[in-house]
């Protein structure tokens, strides 16, 4: 291979060795890099890296015979292959355009210009150059592209100056591949960083690639060589990958009816509302939302969103809309509840083999289905949210803003005067009506442009192919809860509230289900009684309740729940307020040791007791007679005259 000097490039280039030197050392130009005598670095190029003019000069200059390769592309060479103009980029095409609009020009200058042809042509270069002071232009480039448009040779009027070049770099394969080991991690290195981590790899393992080309290359082949795809996978991780690169499937809209598809999910007002108690707090929709025309079909607004919220608010759509096909939900325990949607991808390997009573989503013959776990596609009722926080909490004083930053300055003052507080009853009515009856009334933005400029009812009502409905005692069986199974015991069958257990009982259910597996069905608005059903699915019969909590609490589930809570609470005070009086009364003292210590001040005062009388007194039976029973003692009283007198009697019968 035939290696040239700077110099010699320089010279055959008609350009500085300065500039040679800068072109090698960002990456334009390959070269090989020796050591001179004076230890100074020596630039080689190889002479492939010149074009096939430089190339011929070379050889010519030289008095060297000129490769065969080259003699044979000189005289193989034809004209460019033919490209229509729609076949070029937009950038070229425009280039393209502006060459012709100067050779017109041109034209046009030479023809009306007194001057004769040559230096009318001349002028014409000049004026262009001070109108246009970026254009490469020149006499002979004029002719060129005169020549190229002659012969319909669009191409010939493009500029492809470095075109040669292109898709080439100085940097080795094996530096290239260290680098990007570095640079595609998730560890996300700078490109500075990657590439000083390449050159000590390139410095302990391969030292024959030394020295490496200048950071500015590897910078630029970042930039140009590296699919987006390929470095956000390797950079940010799959995840980033599937929400940004990865294809996906684009929903369809136009064959799409209304109530084919329902979409849930929770929101949290950014409006601060007052309870009954007066605290200051923020409540949550729960909605499903028609996916063909966009109209909020079910709402609840409550205090924290949960299946049982769920639940009412699929019931207030299917009341006023019927009952859909298809629902979309996330993964919240609200919709992957056992006894609403079912587990979805919760349910465990050993819950398999269990029995599980059918959910309400299946009793209503709805498909439930899950958005991919954590996937960024799949919030698509977020753009409804976005509306209802624009066009509805806005609306009121109250308004917090989703952020710090978004937070009117007024919020504050609202909220010490307290008077203009919403009240979650006022706030809930209006949330209902505003969904209603002005969201829902709002122009159609939906995917299918037939459909603009009609409202989202009105795109509702025209595609609603069919209407399912049940009749109300039908809904409220498919809308009750279940639970899970459960053996018939002693005390019948029960609910778990708020952690008591609520007991539900006849004789019918014990002498003929005691023992057997069964599961029950209840309306948590009146838990007054359950429905009991079999394995198989069959309704067996309805049992009372047995607890007087629920008659003393009343007959909902939340209601009885909230009750056994404040019990549980009070209890719990009382117990803190029982323990902390008496730790108040007696410190760290038990009461035995007061006692004692009482005990052994008195001990001490306590005087020596001296009767005047002692007397002993027996009853009439003997001992023998009438044994004394355990621990009884005999009442005696101690006469010491007649004591004294019986002993001188002794005396004086010895």
């Not at 680098?179 to 560890?187: G, N, P, Q, T």
């Not at 977020?382 to 989703?402: A, C, H, I, M, N």
């Not at 025209?462 to 498919?478: C, I, P, T, Y």
Request: charged share 30%; proline share 4%.
């Amino acid at each position: 291979m035939t290696y040239l000097t700077v110099k010699e490039v320089a010279d055959l280039k008609g350009c500085s060795p300065q500039y040679i030197k800068k072109i090698i050392l960002d990456g334009s130009l390959l070269s090989k890099v020796s050591v001179n005598k004076n230890n100074r670095k020596k630039y080689l190029i190889p002479i492939e890296e010149l074009t096939e003019q430089e190339q011929l000069k070379y050889y010519k200059s030289h008095a060297i015979d000129i490769p065969e390769n080259l003699l044979a592309n000189k005289k193989e060479k034809t004209q460019r292959p033919h490209k229509e103009f729609d076949e070029f980029t937009a950038e070229q095409r425009e280039e393209i355009a502006e060459w012709i609009r100067i050779l017109n020009a041109w034209d046009e200058y030479c023809a009306t210009s007194k001057l004769q042809k040559v230096p009318a042509t001349e002028k014409f270069v000049q004026l262009q150059k001070v109108a246009n002071p970026d254009l490469n232009i020149s006499k002979g480039i004029l002719y060129r592209k005169k020549a190229a448009l002659k012969a319909d040779d669009l191409a010939g009027l493009l500029d492809n100056r470095g075109s040669w070049k292109k898709g080439t770099s100085s940097i080795p394969e094996e530096a290239w591949q260290c680098f990007l080991s570095f640079y595609l991690d998730e560890a996300q290195h700078p490109i500075q960083a990657c590439y000083e981590y390449t050159e000590m790899w390139i410095k302990r393992e391969a030292p024959q690639l030394l020295p490496l080309p200048a950071y500015a290359s590897f910078y630029r082949k970042v930039q140009t060589a590296i699919p987006k795809p390929v470095e956000i996978m390797g950079r940010e991780g799959m995840k980033a990958f599937r929400d940004r690169c990865a294809p996906y499937i684009r929903r369809t809209y136009e064959g799409m009816a209304s109530n084919e598809w329902w979409i849930a999910d929770n929101h949290t007002f950014d409006v601060q509302t007052k309870g009954e108690s007066g605290s200051i707090h923020r409540l949550y929709l729960t909605a499903f939302f028609d996916a063909r025309s966009g109209i909020f079909t079910g709402c609840y607004v409550t205090d924290a969103p949960s299946s049982q919220a769920t639940l009412i608010a699929l019931r207030k759509g299917i009341a006023k809309y019927g009952i859909p096909e298809n629902i979309y939900v996330d993964n919240g325990r609200e919709f992957l509840t056992f006894d609403v949607g079912g587990l979805g991808h919760r349910l465990k390997k050993s819950q398999k083999a269990k029995f599980a009573p059918p959910p309400v989503f299946e009793r209503l013959g709805i498909k439930m289905t899950n958005a991919i776990v954590r996937n960024a596609k799949a919030k698509i009722i977020e753009r409804r949210f976005r509306d209802v926080k624009d066009r509805l909490s806005r609306l009121f004083p109250t308004y917090t803003g989703g952020n710090v930053v978004e937070r009117p300055e007024r919020l504050k003052k609202v909220i010490k005067d307290n008077d203009n507080i919403p009240t979650d009853y006022e706030f809930t009515q209006a949330v209902e009506d505003i969904l209603t009856y002005y969201m829902n009334e709002k122009p159609y933005s939906g995917a299918v442009n037939a459909d603009s400029g009609k409202t989202r009812m009105q795109v509702y009502r025209e595609q609603l192919k069919e209407k399912r409905v049940a009749s109300e005692l039908d809904l409220n069986l498919m809308l009750m809860r279940s639970t899970k199974s459960q053996k018939v015991g002693r005390r019948g069958v029960h609910l778990t509230i708020a952690g008591e257990k609520i007991d539900y009982y006849n004789d019918e259910l014990i002498l003929n289900y005691f023992g057997k597996e069964m599961y029950c069905r209840y309306d948590p608005e009146d838990i007054s009684t359950v429905r009991v059903y079999d394995l198989n699915d069959n309704y067996i019969m309805t049992v009372p309740v047995d607890n007087e909590a629920v008659l003393t609490y009343g007959s909902s589930k939340d209601a009885v729940g909230q009750a056994l809570r404040k019990v549980r609470s009070l209890e719990k005070l009382t117990k803190q307020e029982l323990k902390a009086s008496q730790i108040t009364a007696l410190g760290k003292k038990t009461a035995l040791e007061i006692v004692l210590a009482a005990a052994e001040e008195n001990k001490a005062k306590a005087e020596e007791i001296n009767p005047k009388v002692i007397s002993v007194h027996r009853a009439d039976e003997t001992a023998e007679q009438l044994p004394v029973a355990v621990g009884q003692n005999n009442i005696v009283k101690i006469d010491k005259a007649k004591m004294i007198r019986n002993l001188e009697e002794r005396q004086r019968e010895e």
